[in-house]
């Protein structure tokens, strides 16, 4: 079994790479994708949102509980001056991601997951 927070901390990584192998080795084929006012689902999706996005996530803040995860992030994309604030989303099994979301408020990150306050990781 993979802890949950390694889990979503090797797809931050591999994101921050663009390397898409790792990306997908550590999520479901049919991993579902949720964004504000979107949703979408698979690896072929995911591949070329990692392709594209150019994007680099700073982790600032970790909560968790049982097989769920959200990472407080800063993101940063090519060519883009300054800083986004975002909180995504990981539920998994013990082995794989299955659904991801991100999201511009912690409160919408938590009414998704149930987690709260309480579940931040020291």
Known sequence: MIEPIKLAERFTDCVNKQDVEGVLSVTDHNVELISPGKSAAGHETLAEW???SGIQLTT???FAKGNQVIFEQLAKKQ???GETHIFNYFEMDD???HRIGR???LDEAFGESGLSDSDQVD
């Open 50 to 52: 990692v392709r594209e």
């Open 79 to 81: 060519g883009q001056h």
């Open 60 to 62: 600032v803040r970790q």
């Open 95 to 97: 082995k794989k991601i």
């Open 103 to 105: 999201f511009d408020e």
